[in-house]
């Protein structure tokens, strides 16, 4: 019987749609229920889990938010090993990651971003293997699944037996004061043992250049003349985008989400719910890039695009935007989606066109995990 110790920060990514642009930090989290926000986390470790439903499997977690409710909601039976604060810390995080490794099991599961990635390593290393169920807003690190579905399906292989290899997987973080200055400043943090099947754990995030490319500077010069004037533009983060923007004139929130409308910034790094209030009825698409590396175009640094804001906009107003050579170093693995709404996401698989260069778009496949191949036309 596999025995498998449960973590989840149910402060994970609780900063994202309301455009904190992390969760670190008490004033952060304060700020983010202050403006409505709930956490995700402990539902996101259920999805996972539910894939494990009727396994032989036993379940190690902490009390409540940390574990606890995520196997209820599952409909898995678990032992609770230890009690969270009244408001879980990292130090809580350590503690339980501690526990468990002293319980003997064979891999930890844990939900949460790149800090909590840090935290466990700090206390696990390469001593068992791990695997992490995306919920924060920073997830440079390649110890995550693409979802959490792809979790469990990789978890269920290893209950039935299946061939599953392990291997040293990346821990990266930044620094969140400098990204809510627009600053991006990752690191090598560690290094944790990690089940690999390549349909299911993300890729290590890759850095963008300094200078853009002229790929790029010819990719934002198309972007340009396909803006109408009459709808509202949802503007995504990333040096694409930006460029756009500077072709246009206009300041621009590198990590953040502008609305501009007619040549004009309407409202800079503004959240899901400020999304939703500016547009309201009127016309609006959307301009978002790939993740270099990773292949994500929502979930991953842009949770501003709320399944709420995406059935909003609806699919064929999101216009992608990807260089040739950001899409060929997928090697073949599809775009990915991981809103948050597995109905969405399903939603949102298919064939999807992406501008790829100066009247050069390409049909790729967009899926929830890497497991299709991607299709271009």
Partial sequence: MLKIGLIVNP????GGATGLKGSDGEETVAEAMRRGARPQAPDRAARALRELAGEP????VWQGAMGEDSAAAAGIRAQVLGYVSPRSTPADTRQAAAVMLEQGVDLLLFAGGDGTARDICDVVGSRIPVLGIPAGCKMHSAVYAVNPEAAGRLLLQLCRGGL?????AEVRDIDEQAFRQGIVRARHYGVMRVPQDGRFVQQVKCGGQENETLAQVELAAWLVTQLDDDSFWLMGSGSTVAEVMAQLGLPNTLLGVDIIRAGEVVAADVSAEQILQIIADAPARALITVIGGQGHLLGRGNQQFSPAVIRRLGRDNFVVAATRSK????NGRPLLV???????????CGLMPVVAGYEDTLLVQVSTDASSVAGTK
């Fill in 11 to 14: 402060l994970a990514g609780i």
């Fill in 57 to 60: 499997v036993r379940l190690l």
């Fill in 164 to 168: 599953v290899g392990v291997a040293e």
């Fill in 327 to 330: 899409l060929a170093a997928l």
């Fill in 338 to 348: 991981d809103t948050g709404d597995p109905d969405l996401d399903r939603q949102l």
